[in-house]
DNA sequence: CAGTGAGCGAGCTTCCGCTTGACTT
């Protein structure tokens, strides 16, 4: 038998970790946290220092049995979860279980799991680092004050059923202040002035390119309207065009990092159209192992849930010898790029990489389905490349001027030297160090604009050069509201605010969809009604909690109790005071919204009592006033009759499987009636009268 | 351009973060 019990989180780790660790070690999976604050109350004594009452996990019962039963008779037990917060609290947890089972418990920790470093970390085993430990527990503890607190308060005042968190919360306010944005948005108009130009030159002249009006004299040219534009579009035409000079510039294009979760989810989202929670679920699957030919599984990635960006060096190596192998040297740069992980990153992991790049996506295309194949090529190619030498791009810009003063800009791009791009093209919406301003409002020149003026050829082009101009158009735009969410844009944006973490991007967004906070159209999250409503309370009565700078500020307490330099439990404090007043003065001052009961003239056809209209997790309905004792409901029926002869029923407005609304009669199945609009009603019709209430359009 | 058709209310509900599998019909 083993003399040595090492606990990790998951499986996958478990085996790969057993391989290198002998016979000596048996090693378990603790499949992640094994206690924790119990669902059902609030599990917190803040009169006793916030002492928390932790439990099992339901789920959990079985594997702390069979950990309790592999303790037994060992020498030692070895706690392996990840080097972080989370990681040290699941071992203080798995050594408050363990500790009567009569072995020793130490503490091991590696940033990678190669050989080496899981042998280097058992030569220095350490005991629980409790700093660690209570940051973790005062994170856990202020989020379930926060979240058990106010999530009754909208009970009472909105909806039963409701919640509200540090995280949910603070997403869903993100998307519910940009369609405010979008709803107040104010196009305003401007004009280009565009001229199509060809150098007068016998071997260039067949090469027409387009000029922008950049400047007049020293001023920006700005066009509001077409008066202004026709104006000055006569003045220029009687101009002679010349270049007034030409720049080149080589532009080197960097290679991106291999993907962390967030900007997986990104990518995946913005080339394959995969929602988050997909884009994980077949992650998981490639990580957990897929059955290649003749072989045992194999997991194709490392792990998915991480923030980091390295990656071991053996992983390093493999993918240079493949690019030069496959590439050759240009592809191959001198000394390994190197990438810097966020300030913030918690680094318990590499980041998510094939296991080997010798599996070329289109080998294992056999094994895979169609979407783990493209998720696979994407890992892939974005790892392989993060390898490679950069791009080069000539950008030349040229300036034209008509007459003295009209300054037009033309520019183009040639790409001299592919680099890394030869395996992984750059997706300009996701550059790292993309500036934050383009998706706010009012920009007038969109990126696609650009990119296709970019992207033309220009003829070679020499100073002073006379041009020949074949049209100048005047061309009128509107500035455009911002972009609503979609899962990519809202994962980037919580990620750069340090909101949420790897594990919970995914669920979050389901969390808010769930609650009918938020709803998908087409890829755009778009708040409801009761999510305006929601948001709208929270941050009346508690601006602090729902500032976007919340959780950073809360990291900060965390990162000092991680240090040592505080107490944790003064943190707690701190956050406590001036939340219990603001919670008091909520619970006396939040206005109820809750929708009341409405009586009807409609009787049940159960028992012949009134229905009333109530309003439930779909919207209004008809429910029976005898509720409990009779449960028949109805849908709400709109005030235009069935034009089905003898028939006599109302028209209903329902939903189909696809999630198209339609009005369908009443007395289905009885009567099959049904139409997409829903016609007037027989009092109205020939009158001028305003038509029934207007329902959304859906395309 | 076809062709469509739950449930929801109440005795409870809820947080964030770590991780996968499912006692039985």
Not at 42 to 68: C, E, S, W
Not at 116 to 121: G, I, L, T
Not at 275 to 299: C, D, F, N, S
Not at 530 to 553: C, M, Q, R, S, W
Request: glycine share 6%; with cysteine; aromatic share 8%.
């Amino acid at each position: 038998m083993a003399k040595h019990l090492v606990i990790v989180e998951s499986p996958a780790k478990a085996k790969t970790i057993n391989k290198y660790l002998g016979k000596d070690y048996e090693v378990e999976a603790s499949m992640g946290h094994i206690r924790d604050l119990p669902k059902s109350k609030m599990g917190v004594d803040v009169a006793k220092d916030f002492a928390p009452h932790y439990i099992i996990i339901q789920k959990a019962r079985k594997t702390v049995k069979n950990l309790l039963a592999r303790a037994k008779g060992k020498n030692g037990i070895f706690l392996a979860p990840d080097p972080d917060r989370e990681g040290e609290a699941i071992s203080w947890h798995l050594a408050h279980i363990l500790k009567d089972a009569g072995a020793k418990i130490k503490r091991v920790v590696f940033n990678e799991i190669t050989k080496d470093a899981v042998k280097e970390a058992f030569n220095h085993p350490r005991e629980i680092d409790l700093n660690l430990v209570n940051a973790q527990q005062a994170r856990r503890i202020m989020d379930r004050i926060l979240g058990y607190e106010l999530s009754p308060l909208l009970w009472r005042n909105v909806s039963k059923g409701l919640s509200a968190g540090r995280v949910q919360s603070v997403a869903l306010r993100l998307i519910v202040e940009r369609e405010k944005e979008i709803r107040d948005f104010k196009p305003v108009e401007y004009w280009s002035l565009k001229a199509r130009l060809s150098s007068q030159r016998e071997e260039e002249k067949e090469t027409i390119f387009t000029a922008k009006l950049d400047k007049i004299g020293e001023d920006k040219a700005e066009l509001k309207n077409a008066e202004i534009t026709n104006e000055i579009k006569s003045k220029i035409e009687k101009e002679n065009f010349r270049v007034a000079g030409v720049d080149e510039k080589q532009r080197k294009r960097k290679a991106q990092a291999p993907f962390t979760t967030s900007k997986l989810q990104q990518e995946a989202y913005n080339r394959l159209r995969f929602p988050a929670a997909k884009t994980m679920r077949i992650a998981q699957k490639l990580y957990e192992g897929i059955e290649i030919g003749e072989e045992a599984a194999v997991g194709l990635i490392t792990y998915m849930r991480t923030d980091s960006v390295n990656i071991s060096n053996l992983a390093q190596k493999e993918a240079r010898e493949f690019i030069l192998d496959k590439y050759g040297e240009k592809f191959y740069p001198e000394s390994p790029n190197v990438y810097k992980s966020k300030k913030s990153a918690q680094e318990a992991h590499e980041a998510i990489r094939p296991s080997s790049v010798l599996r070329e996506p289109e080998q294992m295309r056999q094994f895979l389905d169609n979407d783990e194949f493209r998720l696979y090529d994407l890992i892939w190619k974005r790892f392989v490349s993060s390898q490679m030498t950069e791009g080069v791009d000539l950008v030349t810009s040229v300036s034209v001027v008509a007459g003295e003063k009209y300054f037009f800009k033309a520019s183009g791009t040639k790409n001299l030297f592919p680099g890394f791009l030869i395996v992984y093209q750059n997706t300009t919406t996701t550059d790292d160090a993309e500036e934050e301003s383009d998706e706010k409002s009012g920009k007038k020149d969109s990126k696609q604009d650009l990119e296709d003026e970019e992207k033309q050829e220009l003829p070679k082009l020499h100073k002073n050069e006379a041009l020949d101009l074949h049209q100048l158009t005047g061309t009128q735009h509107f500035t455009k509201p911002p972009a609503r969410y979609n899962d990519a844009s809202l994962v980037k944006t919580l990620e750069e605010k340090g909101i949420g973490r790897p594990s919970t991007y995914a669920p979050t967004i389901y969390t808010i969809l769930t609650r009918s906070y938020v709803e998908r159209k087409g890829g755009a999250l778009i708040p409801t009604e009761l999510g305006d409503i929601v948001t709208e309370l929270l941050v009346k009565h508690f601006p602090k909690i729902l500032n976007y700078d919340f959780t950073a500020l809360m990291e900060e307490e965390l990162d000092k109790i991680e240090e040592g330099g505080i107490d944790w439990i003064q943190v707690l404090k701190d956050f406590h005071n001036p939340f219990e007043e603001q919670l008091a003065l909520a619970k006396t001052e939040m206005k109820s919204v809750k929708q009341e009961p409405v009586a009807t003239h409609h009787l049940c056809e159960s028992c012949g009592k009134p229905m009333l209209i109530r309003w439930g997790r779909f919207g209004q309905f008809l429910a029976c006033s005898a509720f409990p004792e009779c449960k028949f409901t109805a849908s709400l029926p709109t005030d235009v009759k069935c034009p089905e002869k003898d028939c006599g029923g109302y028209l209903i407005k329902r939903r189909s499987g696809k999630g198209r609304t339609f009005y369908g009669c009443q007395n289905y199945p009885r009567c099959t009636y049904t139409t997409n609009k829903l016609p007037k009603k027989e009092e109205e019709i020939g009158s001028d009268e305003k038509p029934p209430e207007s329902e959304e359009m859906e395309s």
